[in-house]
Protein backbone atom coordinates (compact mmCIF):
# COMPACT_ATOMS: atom_id res chain seq x y z
CA UNK A 1 0.00 0.00 0.00
CA UNK A 2 1.43 3.42 -0.91
CA UNK A 3 2.06 5.48 2.00
CA UNK A 4 1.28 9.80 1.85
CA UNK A 5 2.77 12.40 3.53
CA UNK A 6 -1.37 13.65 5.68
CA UNK A 7 0.18 15.87 8.12
CA UNK A 8 3.10 18.56 7.74
CA UNK A 9 5.19 20.10 10.72
CA UNK A 10 2.45 20.42 12.71
CA UNK A 11 2.89 21.26 16.60
CA UNK A 12 0.63 23.29 19.15
CA UNK A 13 -0.09 24.17 22.73
CA UNK A 14 -3.77 22.88 23.98
CA UNK A 15 -3.58 24.98 27.56
CA UNK A 16 -5.43 22.81 30.13
CA UNK A 17 -9.06 23.40 31.28
CA UNK A 18 -9.44 24.95 27.78
CA UNK A 19 -12.11 24.09 25.17
CA UNK A 20 -9.64 24.03 21.94
CA UNK A 21 -11.50 23.80 18.85
CA UNK A 22 -9.55 21.56 15.52
CA UNK A 23 -11.18 23.30 12.84
CA UNK A 24 -10.86 22.13 9.05
CA UNK A 25 -12.52 20.95 6.25
CA UNK A 26 -13.22 17.26 5.39
CA UNK A 27 -9.87 15.88 4.27
CA UNK A 28 -8.13 18.03 6.17
CA UNK A 29 -6.30 15.05 8.28
CA UNK A 30 -8.40 16.32 11.58
CA UNK A 31 -9.02 12.67 12.44
CA UNK A 32 -5.85 11.14 11.42
CA UNK A 33 -4.18 13.89 14.13
CA UNK A 34 -6.34 12.65 16.44
CA UNK A 35 -5.69 8.81 15.66
CA UNK A 36 -2.11 9.74 16.24
CA UNK A 37 -3.22 11.36 19.52
CA UNK A 38 -5.37 8.35 20.80
CA UNK A 39 -2.92 6.07 19.58
CA UNK A 40 -4.71 4.38 17.08
CA UNK A 41 -2.16 5.13 14.42
CA UNK A 42 1.08 5.51 14.79
CA UNK A 43 3.52 8.21 13.05
CA UNK A 44 5.41 6.83 10.21
CA UNK A 45 8.28 9.39 11.66
CA UNK A 46 8.42 11.06 15.10
CA UNK A 47 6.80 11.02 18.18
CA UNK A 48 3.26 11.55 19.85
CA UNK A 49 3.45 11.95 23.22
CA UNK A 50 0.91 13.24 26.33
CA UNK A 51 2.75 14.58 29.19
CA UNK A 52 5.49 12.66 28.01
CA UNK A 53 4.70 9.13 27.65
CA UNK A 54 4.33 8.13 23.60
CA UNK A 55 0.64 7.75 23.13
CA UNK A 56 1.64 4.07 21.80
CA UNK A 57 1.96 3.59 25.36
CA UNK A 58 -1.40 2.29 27.09
CA UNK A 59 -0.22 4.79 30.58
CA UNK A 60 -0.65 7.19 28.25
CA UNK A 61 -4.39 6.77 27.29
CA UNK A 62 -5.20 6.20 31.31
CA UNK A 63 -6.36 10.12 31.35
CA UNK A 64 -7.73 10.27 27.98
CA UNK A 65 -11.36 9.87 27.15
CA UNK A 66 -12.05 9.35 23.43
CA UNK A 67 -15.48 9.77 20.96
CA UNK A 68 -14.80 9.23 17.89
CA UNK A 69 -16.55 10.47 14.72
CA UNK A 70 -20.25 8.82 14.18
CA UNK A 71 -19.62 6.21 16.70
CA UNK A 72 -20.96 2.62 16.24
CA UNK A 73 -21.11 0.96 19.60
CA UNK A 74 -22.28 -2.89 19.98
CA UNK A 75 -25.80 -2.56 19.73
CA UNK A 76 -26.68 -5.20 21.55
CA UNK A 77 -25.67 -3.73 24.61
CA UNK A 78 -27.82 -1.80 27.17
CA UNK A 79 -26.49 1.83 28.02
CA UNK A 80 -25.45 0.36 31.47
CA UNK A 81 -23.48 -2.98 30.35
CA UNK A 82 -21.76 -0.60 27.28
CA UNK A 83 -20.14 1.57 30.12
CA UNK A 84 -19.61 -1.77 32.19
CA UNK A 85 -17.88 -2.92 29.11
CA UNK A 86 -15.89 0.33 29.17
CA UNK A 87 -15.14 0.43 32.66
CA UNK A 88 -13.33 -2.86 32.40
CA UNK A 89 -10.83 -1.38 29.65
CA UNK A 90 -10.22 1.41 31.84
CA UNK A 91 -8.64 -0.34 34.64
CA UNK A 92 -11.89 0.04 37.41
CA UNK A 93 -12.95 -2.43 39.16
CA UNK A 94 -17.00 -3.46 39.05
CA UNK A 95 -17.25 -1.75 42.16
CA UNK A 96 -16.25 1.47 40.78
CA UNK A 97 -17.96 1.43 37.73
CA UNK A 98 -21.14 0.29 39.63
CA UNK A 99 -20.68 3.82 41.67
CA UNK A 100 -19.91 5.96 38.77
CA UNK A 101 -22.26 4.72 36.07
CA UNK A 102 -25.48 6.86 37.45
CA UNK A 103 -23.70 9.75 37.90
CA UNK A 104 -22.41 9.44 34.65
CA UNK A 105 -25.81 8.77 32.97
CA UNK A 106 -26.42 11.68 34.63
CA UNK A 107 -24.59 14.15 33.62
CA UNK A 108 -24.98 13.13 29.85
CA UNK A 109 -28.74 13.08 30.29
CA UNK A 110 -29.38 9.19 29.63
CA UNK A 111 -30.16 7.92 32.95
CA UNK A 112 -33.98 6.46 32.13
CA UNK A 113 -31.71 5.21 29.18
CA UNK A 114 -29.66 2.91 31.34
CA UNK A 115 -31.28 -0.69 30.83
CA UNK A 116 -32.28 0.00 27.02
CA UNK A 117 -30.38 -1.26 24.26
CA UNK A 118 -28.29 0.62 22.10
CA UNK A 119 -30.13 -0.42 19.15
CA UNK A 120 -32.97 1.60 20.27
CA UNK A 121 -30.98 5.25 20.99
CA UNK A 122 -31.29 7.81 18.88
CA UNK A 123 -28.06 9.54 16.82
CA UNK A 124 -28.16 12.04 19.91
CA UNK A 125 -28.29 9.31 22.64
CA UNK A 126 -25.33 7.39 21.04
CA UNK A 127 -23.23 10.57 21.40
CA UNK A 128 -24.50 10.98 23.90
CA UNK A 129 -23.65 7.42 25.94
CA UNK A 130 -20.16 7.79 23.79
CA UNK A 131 -19.47 10.63 26.01
CA UNK A 132 -20.57 8.83 29.03
CA UNK A 133 -17.96 5.99 27.98
CA UNK A 134 -14.98 8.68 27.35
CA UNK A 135 -15.53 10.44 30.78
CA UNK A 136 -16.18 7.35 32.86
CA UNK A 137 -12.79 6.93 34.21
CA UNK A 138 -13.01 10.78 35.00
CA UNK A 139 -9.97 11.78 32.35
CA UNK A 140 -8.74 15.03 32.55
CA UNK A 141 -8.10 15.32 28.44
CA UNK A 142 -11.53 14.61 26.53
CA UNK A 143 -10.97 14.27 22.84
CA UNK A 144 -13.85 14.20 20.33
CA UNK A 145 -14.00 13.73 17.06
CA UNK A 146 -16.56 15.66 15.43
CA UNK A 147 -18.97 15.17 18.06
CA UNK A 148 -22.03 17.15 16.61
CA UNK A 149 -21.74 15.36 12.97
CA UNK A 150 -25.31 14.36 11.75
CA UNK A 151 -26.93 16.03 14.89
CA UNK A 152 -30.56 17.64 14.09
CA UNK A 153 -29.89 21.52 15.72
CA UNK A 154 -31.73 20.46 18.79
CA UNK A 155 -28.98 17.76 19.17
CA UNK A 156 -26.20 19.98 18.56
CA UNK A 157 -27.19 22.17 21.29
CA UNK A 158 -27.72 19.40 23.60
CA UNK A 159 -23.67 18.47 22.80
CA UNK A 160 -22.86 22.01 23.16
CA UNK A 161 -24.38 22.61 26.31
CA UNK A 162 -22.71 18.79 27.34
CA UNK A 163 -19.20 19.98 25.92
CA UNK A 164 -19.29 23.52 28.00
CA UNK A 165 -20.51 21.56 31.28
CA UNK A 166 -17.80 19.17 31.28
CA UNK A 167 -15.39 22.08 30.73
CA UNK A 168 -16.65 23.93 33.60
CA UNK A 169 -15.58 20.67 35.66
CA UNK A 170 -12.27 21.45 34.79
CA UNK A 171 -12.02 18.79 31.96
CA UNK A 172 -9.32 19.64 28.83
CA UNK A 173 -11.56 19.64 26.13
CA UNK A 174 -10.35 19.11 22.81
CA UNK A 175 -12.91 18.56 19.77
CA UNK A 176 -12.38 18.42 16.12
CA UNK A 177 -15.08 19.85 13.53
CA UNK A 178 -15.70 21.47 10.15
CA UNK A 179 -18.69 23.50 11.63
CA UNK A 180 -17.39 26.99 12.08
CA UNK A 181 -20.34 28.12 14.27
CA UNK A 182 -19.98 25.05 16.57
CA UNK A 183 -16.42 25.75 16.95
CA UNK A 184 -17.16 29.62 17.18
CA UNK A 185 -20.33 29.22 20.09
CA UNK A 186 -17.65 27.37 22.59
CA UNK A 187 -13.90 27.38 22.17
CA UNK A 188 -11.23 29.30 23.82
CA UNK A 189 -8.67 28.50 21.61
CA UNK A 190 -8.58 27.20 18.01
CA UNK A 191 -6.36 25.56 15.39
CA UNK A 192 -7.27 25.50 11.77
CA UNK A 193 -5.51 23.26 9.82
CA UNK A 194 -6.13 22.42 5.85
CA UNK A 195 -4.69 20.01 3.86
CA UNK A 196 -2.56 18.69 6.94
CA UNK A 197 -0.99 21.82 7.35
CA UNK A 198 -1.38 24.38 10.47
CA UNK A 199 -2.68 27.50 8.79
CA UNK A 200 -3.68 29.57 12.12
CA UNK A 201 -3.79 29.01 16.18
CA UNK A 202 -4.72 30.87 18.94
CA UNK A 203 -7.08 31.90 21.02
CA UNK A 204 -10.42 32.49 18.45
CA UNK A 205 -10.35 36.42 19.56
CA UNK A 206 -7.70 36.41 17.22
CA UNK A 207 -9.21 35.17 13.78
CA UNK A 208 -12.90 37.29 15.03
CA UNK A 209 -10.94 40.73 15.65
CA UNK A 210 -7.74 40.72 13.19
CA UNK A 211 -7.48 44.20 12.19
CA UNK A 212 -8.53 45.71 9.00
CA UNK A 213 -11.36 42.77 8.68
CA UNK A 214 -14.26 44.71 11.14
CA UNK A 215 -17.10 45.58 8.87
CA UNK A 216 -20.06 48.04 10.26
CA UNK A 217 -23.53 47.28 9.11
CA UNK A 218 -25.44 50.57 8.20
CA UNK A 219 -29.08 51.48 7.64
CA UNK A 220 -30.13 54.70 6.87
CA UNK A 221 -33.56 56.09 6.28
CA UNK A 222 -34.31 59.04 3.80
CA UNK A 223 -31.90 57.56 0.88
CA UNK A 224 -32.63 55.87 -2.13
CA UNK A 225 -29.33 55.29 -3.05
CA UNK A 226 -25.66 55.32 -2.80
CA UNK A 227 -25.44 58.30 -5.48
CA UNK A 228 -28.04 60.70 -3.23
CA UNK A 229 -25.44 60.30 -0.25
CA UNK A 230 -23.64 62.67 -2.73
CA UNK A 231 -20.53 60.39 -1.58
CA UNK A 232 -17.29 61.83 -3.18
CA UNK A 233 -16.12 59.56 -6.15
CA UNK A 234 -13.92 57.04 -5.61
CA UNK A 235 -12.69 56.61 -1.64
CA UNK A 236 -16.60 56.10 0.32
CA UNK A 237 -17.66 53.73 -3.00
CA UNK A 238 -14.11 51.57 -2.37
CA UNK A 239 -15.12 51.25 1.65
CA UNK A 240 -18.78 50.28 0.81
CA UNK A 241 -19.15 46.66 0.27
CA UNK A 242 -22.57 46.32 -0.30
CA UNK A 243 -25.74 48.21 -0.70
CA UNK A 244 -29.50 46.99 -0.63
CA UNK A 245 -32.84 49.08 -1.00
CA UNK A 246 -34.76 48.59 2.21
CA UNK A 247 -38.93 49.82 2.22
CA UNK A 248 -37.41 52.48 4.75
CA UNK A 249 -33.81 53.32 2.64
CA UNK A 250 -30.65 52.12 2.56
CA UNK A 251 -28.85 49.32 3.85
CA UNK A 252 -25.01 49.30 3.50
CA UNK A 253 -21.49 47.51 4.72
CA UNK A 254 -18.95 49.53 5.10
CA UNK A 255 -15.48 48.19 6.09
CA UNK A 256 -13.97 50.17 8.60
CA UNK A 257 -14.85 51.94 11.57
CA UNK A 258 -12.64 55.23 10.36
CA UNK A 259 -14.86 55.00 7.32
CA UNK A 260 -18.29 54.15 8.95
CA UNK A 261 -17.80 57.20 11.24
CA UNK A 262 -16.87 59.37 8.47
CA UNK A 263 -19.96 57.93 5.81
CA UNK A 264 -22.65 58.52 9.11
CA UNK A 265 -21.84 62.07 9.22
CA UNK A 266 -21.85 62.84 5.59
CA UNK A 267 -25.22 60.97 5.61
CA UNK A 268 -25.96 62.87 8.75
CA UNK A 269 -25.56 66.05 6.87
CA UNK A 270 -28.03 65.43 4.62
CA UNK A 271 -31.76 66.75 5.41
CA UNK A 272 -34.12 63.87 5.82
CA UNK A 273 -31.25 61.31 6.68
CA UNK A 274 -32.04 59.28 9.62
CA UNK A 275 -29.90 55.98 11.07
CA UNK A 276 -32.00 53.12 11.55
CA UNK A 277 -29.02 51.01 13.05
CA UNK A 278 -25.23 50.39 13.28
CA UNK A 279 -24.24 47.03 13.83
CA UNK A 280 -20.37 45.98 14.14
CA UNK A 281 -19.88 42.89 11.68
CA UNK A 282 -18.08 40.55 13.79
CA UNK A 283 -15.53 38.72 11.01
CA UNK A 284 -16.24 34.54 11.16
CA UNK A 285 -14.30 32.39 10.98
CA UNK A 286 -15.47 31.20 7.44
CA UNK A 287 -13.81 34.76 6.66
CA UNK A 288 -10.72 33.49 7.64
CA UNK A 289 -11.05 30.49 6.14
CA UNK A 290 -12.28 32.46 2.32
CA UNK A 291 -9.32 34.28 3.39
CA UNK A 292 -6.77 31.67 3.49
CA UNK A 293 -8.24 30.15 0.07
CA UNK A 294 -7.65 33.03 -1.66
CA UNK A 295 -4.54 33.78 -0.09
CA UNK A 296 -3.62 30.23 -0.93
CA UNK A 297 -4.97 30.60 -5.00
CA UNK A 298 -3.07 33.90 -4.93
CA UNK A 299 0.30 32.08 -4.20
CA UNK A 300 2.36 30.65 -6.83
CA UNK A 301 2.60 27.28 -7.78
CA UNK A 302 5.84 26.88 -5.82
CA UNK A 303 5.45 29.36 -3.21
CA UNK A 304 4.81 27.99 0.45
CA UNK A 305 2.37 29.13 2.83
CA UNK A 306 4.62 30.57 5.89
CA UNK A 307 2.90 30.29 9.16
CA UNK A 308 4.86 31.86 12.46
CA UNK A 309 2.92 29.70 14.58
CA UNK A 310 3.66 26.30 12.89
CA UNK A 311 6.21 24.07 14.26
CA UNK A 312 7.74 21.29 13.68
CA UNK A 313 6.87 17.21 15.11
CA UNK B 1 0.00 18.30 20.59
CA UNK B 2 1.70 19.05 24.14
CA UNK B 3 -0.14 20.19 27.35
CA UNK B 4 0.93 23.77 28.20
CA UNK B 5 0.71 22.93 32.07
CA UNK B 6 1.73 20.30 34.38
CA UNK B 7 3.93 17.94 34.80
CA UNK B 8 3.80 14.12 34.09
CA UNK B 9 1.33 12.62 36.88
CA UNK B 10 2.94 10.48 39.49
CA UNK B 11 2.62 6.47 38.29
CA UNK B 12 0.16 5.70 40.29
CA UNK B 13 -2.22 8.09 38.45
CA UNK B 14 -1.80 5.80 35.25
CA UNK B 15 -4.56 3.24 36.22
CA UNK B 16 -4.23 0.61 33.26
CA UNK B 17 -6.40 -2.76 33.53
CA UNK B 18 -5.03 -6.22 34.27
CA UNK B 19 -4.82 -8.37 30.41
CA UNK B 20 -7.28 -10.82 32.39
CA UNK B 21 -9.68 -7.92 32.97
CA UNK B 22 -9.09 -6.56 29.31
CA UNK B 23 -9.46 -9.65 28.05
CA UNK B 24 -12.78 -10.80 29.87
CA UNK B 25 -14.42 -8.12 29.09
CA UNK B 26 -13.92 -8.50 25.24
CA UNK B 27 -15.06 -11.98 25.68
CA UNK B 28 -17.82 -11.37 27.22
CA UNK B 29 -18.95 -8.37 24.85
CA UNK B 30 -18.23 -11.08 21.53
CA UNK B 31 -19.86 -14.06 23.27
CA UNK B 32 -22.98 -12.10 23.68
CA UNK B 33 -22.84 -10.54 20.38
CA UNK B 34 -22.25 -14.19 18.43
CA UNK B 35 -25.08 -15.58 20.50
CA UNK B 36 -27.68 -13.04 19.88
CA UNK B 37 -26.53 -14.18 15.93
CA UNK B 38 -28.76 -17.21 16.93
CA UNK B 39 -25.52 -19.32 15.82
CA UNK B 40 -26.32 -21.89 18.22
CA UNK B 41 -29.90 -23.06 16.06
CA UNK B 42 -27.16 -25.15 14.12
CA UNK B 43 -27.99 -27.34 17.19
CA UNK B 44 -31.46 -27.77 16.58
CA UNK B 45 -31.19 -28.55 13.23
CA UNK B 46 -28.39 -31.16 13.60
CA UNK B 47 -30.22 -32.51 16.00
CA UNK B 48 -32.96 -33.17 14.10
CA UNK B 49 -30.97 -34.52 11.07
CA UNK B 50 -28.95 -36.85 14.05
CA UNK B 51 -32.39 -38.24 14.27
CA UNK B 52 -33.64 -38.43 11.18
CA UNK B 53 -30.63 -40.39 10.59
CA UNK B 54 -30.36 -42.51 13.16
CA UNK B 55 -34.09 -43.22 12.33
CA UNK B 56 -33.27 -44.16 8.80
CA UNK B 57 -29.98 -46.01 9.75
CA UNK B 58 -31.42 -48.72 11.99
CA UNK B 59 -33.64 -49.66 9.43
CA UNK B 60 -31.03 -50.16 6.48
CA UNK B 61 -28.07 -51.61 8.50
CA UNK B 62 -29.30 -52.76 11.91
CA UNK B 63 -26.08 -54.28 12.49
CA UNK B 64 -23.80 -51.54 12.27
CA UNK B 65 -25.85 -48.68 13.43
CA UNK B 66 -23.86 -47.82 16.43
CA UNK B 67 -20.88 -47.34 13.94
CA UNK B 68 -23.24 -45.32 11.27
CA UNK B 69 -24.45 -43.20 14.01
CA UNK B 70 -21.53 -42.52 15.84
CA UNK B 71 -19.86 -41.55 12.67
CA UNK B 72 -22.65 -39.11 11.69
CA UNK B 73 -22.85 -37.78 14.87
CA UNK B 74 -19.36 -37.38 15.09
CA UNK B 75 -19.17 -35.59 11.45
CA UNK B 76 -22.08 -33.03 12.73
CA UNK B 77 -20.14 -32.25 15.74
CA UNK B 78 -16.61 -32.21 13.70
CA UNK B 79 -18.33 -29.94 11.24
CA UNK B 80 -20.91 -27.45 13.10
CA UNK B 81 -17.59 -26.95 15.64
CA UNK B 82 -15.60 -26.59 12.56
CA UNK B 83 -17.85 -23.93 10.73
CA UNK B 84 -18.67 -21.52 13.73
CA UNK B 85 -14.30 -21.36 14.58
CA UNK B 86 -13.71 -20.55 10.97
CA UNK B 87 -16.55 -17.91 9.97
CA UNK B 88 -16.60 -16.16 13.79
CA UNK B 89 -12.43 -16.20 14.15
CA UNK B 90 -11.82 -15.39 10.61
CA UNK B 91 -14.64 -12.40 10.84
CA UNK B 92 -14.33 -10.55 14.07
CA UNK B 93 -11.76 -8.78 13.80
CA UNK B 94 -13.05 -7.09 10.39
CA UNK B 95 -16.84 -6.86 11.82
CA UNK B 96 -14.77 -4.46 14.14
CA UNK B 97 -12.58 -2.40 12.13
CA UNK B 98 -15.36 -2.40 9.62
CA UNK B 99 -18.03 -0.88 12.02
CA UNK B 100 -15.09 1.05 14.09
CA UNK B 101 -16.30 -0.23 17.17
CA UNK B 102 -12.22 -1.74 17.68
CA UNK B 103 -11.87 2.43 17.91
CA UNK B 104 -13.09 3.45 20.95
CA UNK B 105 -11.44 0.09 22.78
CA UNK B 106 -7.83 0.14 21.43
CA UNK B 107 -8.01 4.15 22.83
CA UNK B 108 -8.29 2.82 25.99
CA UNK B 109 -5.29 1.91 28.31
CA UNK B 110 -4.85 -1.23 26.91
CA UNK B 111 -2.43 -3.58 24.75
CA UNK B 112 -3.78 -4.35 21.75
CA UNK B 113 -3.19 -8.13 22.04
CA UNK B 114 -5.44 -8.38 25.18
CA UNK B 115 -7.75 -7.30 23.42
CA UNK B 116 -7.25 -10.02 20.60
CA UNK B 117 -7.09 -12.61 23.30
CA UNK B 118 -10.44 -11.34 24.47
CA UNK B 119 -12.15 -12.06 20.97
CA UNK B 120 -10.37 -15.42 21.06
CA UNK B 121 -11.80 -16.14 24.16
CA UNK B 122 -15.36 -14.80 23.22
CA UNK B 123 -15.21 -16.73 19.99
CA UNK B 124 -13.74 -19.76 21.80
CA UNK B 125 -16.62 -19.96 24.62
CA UNK B 126 -18.98 -20.03 21.69
CA UNK B 127 -17.24 -22.49 19.98
CA UNK B 128 -17.10 -24.70 23.04
CA UNK B 129 -20.77 -23.94 24.20
CA UNK B 130 -21.98 -25.36 20.63
CA UNK B 131 -19.70 -28.10 20.99
CA UNK B 132 -20.69 -29.63 24.52
CA UNK B 133 -24.32 -28.68 23.53
CA UNK B 134 -24.29 -30.54 20.49
CA UNK B 135 -21.99 -33.80 22.12
CA UNK B 136 -24.59 -34.21 24.86
CA UNK B 137 -27.04 -34.56 22.44
CA UNK B 138 -25.24 -37.05 20.64
CA UNK B 139 -24.44 -39.00 23.80
CA UNK B 140 -28.18 -38.86 24.89
CA UNK B 141 -29.04 -39.74 20.95
CA UNK B 142 -26.82 -43.20 21.07
CA UNK B 143 -26.79 -44.37 24.51
CA UNK B 144 -30.31 -43.61 24.48
CA UNK B 145 -31.30 -45.94 21.40
CA UNK B 146 -28.09 -48.20 21.71
CA UNK B 147 -27.29 -48.28 25.37
CA UNK B 148 -27.10 -51.73 25.20
CA UNK B 149 -25.12 -52.44 22.11
CA UNK B 150 -21.48 -53.60 23.04
CA UNK B 151 -19.96 -52.11 19.68
CA UNK B 152 -20.28 -48.73 21.26
CA UNK B 153 -17.28 -46.93 21.86
CA UNK B 154 -16.47 -46.36 25.78
CA UNK B 155 -17.67 -43.31 27.15
CA UNK B 156 -13.74 -41.98 27.82
CA UNK B 157 -12.78 -41.90 24.09
CA UNK B 158 -16.11 -40.31 23.41
CA UNK B 159 -14.96 -37.50 25.90
CA UNK B 160 -11.52 -37.82 24.86
CA UNK B 161 -12.08 -37.51 21.05
CA UNK B 162 -14.76 -34.68 21.83
CA UNK B 163 -11.95 -32.54 23.94
CA UNK B 164 -9.57 -32.91 21.63
CA UNK B 165 -11.92 -32.04 18.98
CA UNK B 166 -12.74 -28.53 21.00
CA UNK B 167 -9.13 -27.96 21.19
CA UNK B 168 -8.75 -28.17 17.42
CA UNK B 169 -11.38 -25.90 17.04
CA UNK B 170 -10.07 -23.18 19.48
CA UNK B 171 -6.76 -23.84 17.12
CA UNK B 172 -9.04 -23.01 14.28
CA UNK B 173 -10.08 -19.72 16.06
CA UNK B 174 -6.82 -18.66 16.43
CA UNK B 175 -5.29 -19.40 13.12
CA UNK B 176 -8.62 -17.47 11.52
CA UNK B 177 -8.07 -14.88 14.13
CA UNK B 178 -4.14 -14.33 13.15
CA UNK B 179 -4.61 -14.34 9.31
CA UNK B 180 -7.50 -11.05 10.01
CA UNK B 181 -5.58 -9.11 11.77
CA UNK B 182 -3.32 -8.24 8.57
CA UNK B 183 -5.99 -9.42 5.70
CA UNK B 184 -9.99 -9.29 4.86
CA UNK B 185 -12.33 -11.60 5.92
CA UNK B 186 -12.97 -13.96 3.29
CA UNK B 187 -9.13 -14.46 2.29
CA UNK B 188 -8.46 -14.88 6.55
CA UNK B 189 -11.30 -18.19 5.54
CA UNK B 190 -9.66 -19.24 2.60
CA UNK B 191 -6.44 -19.10 4.46
CA UNK B 192 -7.44 -20.84 7.83
CA UNK B 193 -8.90 -23.96 5.22
CA UNK B 194 -5.53 -24.20 3.89
CA UNK B 195 -3.82 -24.37 7.13
CA UNK B 196 -6.27 -26.82 8.21
CA UNK B 197 -6.33 -28.99 5.09
CA UNK B 198 -2.01 -29.02 4.83
CA UNK B 199 -2.29 -29.48 9.23
CA UNK B 200 -4.48 -32.83 8.19
CA UNK B 201 -2.46 -33.67 5.79
CA UNK B 202 0.92 -33.20 8.37
CA UNK B 203 1.82 -36.83 8.25
CA UNK B 204 2.23 -37.13 4.76
CA UNK B 205 3.97 -33.99 4.50
CA UNK B 206 6.75 -35.28 6.92
CA UNK B 207 6.71 -38.47 5.20
CA UNK B 208 7.60 -36.56 1.86
CA UNK B 209 10.51 -34.26 3.51
CA UNK B 210 11.82 -37.38 4.80
CA UNK B 211 11.91 -39.21 1.16
CA UNK B 212 12.90 -35.95 -0.55
CA UNK B 213 16.46 -34.50 -0.92
CA UNK B 214 17.81 -31.20 -1.11
CA UNK B 215 15.39 -27.88 -0.87
CA UNK B 216 12.35 -29.74 -1.57
CA UNK B 217 13.53 -31.67 1.92
CA UNK B 218 14.08 -28.58 4.14
CA UNK B 219 10.64 -27.09 2.27
CA UNK B 220 8.31 -29.70 3.15
CA UNK B 221 10.31 -29.96 6.55
CA UNK B 222 10.04 -26.42 7.40
CA UNK B 223 6.00 -26.79 5.94
CA UNK B 224 4.98 -29.26 8.41
CA UNK B 225 6.81 -27.73 11.29
CA UNK B 226 5.08 -24.38 10.28
CA UNK B 227 1.45 -25.05 10.66
CA UNK B 228 -0.20 -27.38 13.07
CA UNK B 229 -0.92 -30.98 12.93
CA UNK B 230 -4.65 -31.86 13.15
CA UNK B 231 -3.76 -35.44 13.04
CA UNK B 232 -3.14 -34.98 17.03
CA UNK B 233 -6.77 -33.92 17.64
CA UNK B 234 -8.08 -36.82 15.72
CA UNK B 235 -9.34 -40.04 17.32
CA UNK B 236 -12.27 -40.70 15.22
CA UNK B 237 -10.74 -44.47 14.52
CA UNK B 238 -10.76 -44.81 18.30
CA UNK B 239 -14.37 -43.83 18.11
CA UNK B 240 -15.66 -45.37 15.48
CA UNK B 241 -14.01 -48.99 16.73
CA UNK B 242 -14.65 -48.57 19.94
CA UNK B 243 -11.26 -48.70 20.68
CA UNK B 244 -9.29 -47.33 24.72
CA UNK B 245 -7.49 -44.25 24.17
CA UNK B 246 -4.87 -43.24 26.68
CA UNK B 247 -4.72 -40.51 29.26
CA UNK B 248 -1.35 -39.25 27.67
CA UNK B 249 -2.50 -39.20 24.35
CA UNK B 250 -5.27 -37.13 25.33
CA UNK B 251 -3.33 -34.31 27.65
CA UNK B 252 -0.48 -34.27 25.17
CA UNK B 253 -2.69 -33.74 22.25
CA UNK B 254 -4.43 -30.59 24.40
CA UNK B 255 -1.06 -29.17 25.29
CA UNK B 256 -0.20 -29.62 22.11
CA UNK B 257 -3.31 -27.26 20.97
CA UNK B 258 -3.03 -24.78 23.88
CA UNK B 259 0.60 -24.36 22.26
CA UNK B 260 -0.92 -23.25 18.61
CA UNK B 261 -3.51 -21.63 20.24
CA UNK B 262 -0.88 -19.00 21.54
CA UNK B 263 1.79 -18.87 18.90
CA UNK B 264 -0.87 -17.48 16.27
CA UNK B 265 -2.24 -15.05 19.04
CA UNK B 266 1.13 -13.73 19.69
CA UNK B 267 1.74 -13.08 16.21
CA UNK B 268 -1.67 -11.86 15.76
CA UNK B 269 -1.51 -9.40 18.67
CA UNK B 270 2.22 -8.14 16.90
CA UNK B 271 0.85 -7.75 13.63
CA UNK B 272 -2.02 -5.66 15.08
CA UNK B 273 -0.63 -3.79 17.14
CA UNK B 274 1.50 -2.58 14.40
CA UNK B 275 -1.44 -2.43 11.57
CA UNK B 276 -3.05 1.13 11.29
CA UNK B 277 -6.61 1.11 11.47
Redesign the interface.
Known amino acids: MKRSEVLHGI ?6 GSVFGFLGPNGAGKTT ?1 I ?1 L ?6 PVSGS ?6 STQD ?7 G ?3 E ?5 E ?2 TGESFL ?3 G ?5 TRQEVDQKIPKVLHAVGLAHARKHELKSYSKGMLQRI ?1 IA ?1 AIL ?1 DPK ?1 LILDEPMSGLDPVGRKEIRELILKLAGEGR ?1 I ?1 FSSHVIPDVEAICDQVAILEKGRLRGCGPISGFLDREGTQKVEVALAGVGSLESLKLPAGRYLDCVSGARAIPEGLRLFVEGRANTTELLARALSIAGVEVLWVNPVRPSLEDFFGQQKSEASNRSPEGKFTNPNAGEV | MKPSEGNASAESDYRVPGTWSVSLAVARVGFAEILRDRILLNIVVLTVLMILASVITAQITPSVTARVLTDFSWGALLVSCFAIALTQGASVVGREIERRTILVALARPIHRAQWLVGKFLGVASVVTLNGVLLFLVSCALVYGMLGSDESLSPLFTRLAAASLLLVQSWVIVAVALFFSTFTTTSLSVVLTVGVYLMGASSSQIRWLAGQSEGPARWVLGGVAAGIPNFDVFHLSRELTYGLSVEWVRVFSGIGYGLIWCVIPLVAGGYLLQKRDL
Do not use: E, N
Not at chain 1, 11 to 16: G, H, T
Open positions: SFDVPSLHVTGIRRVQLQGIPRARAKMYLPRPYFHHLHYFSLSGLGQHLTF
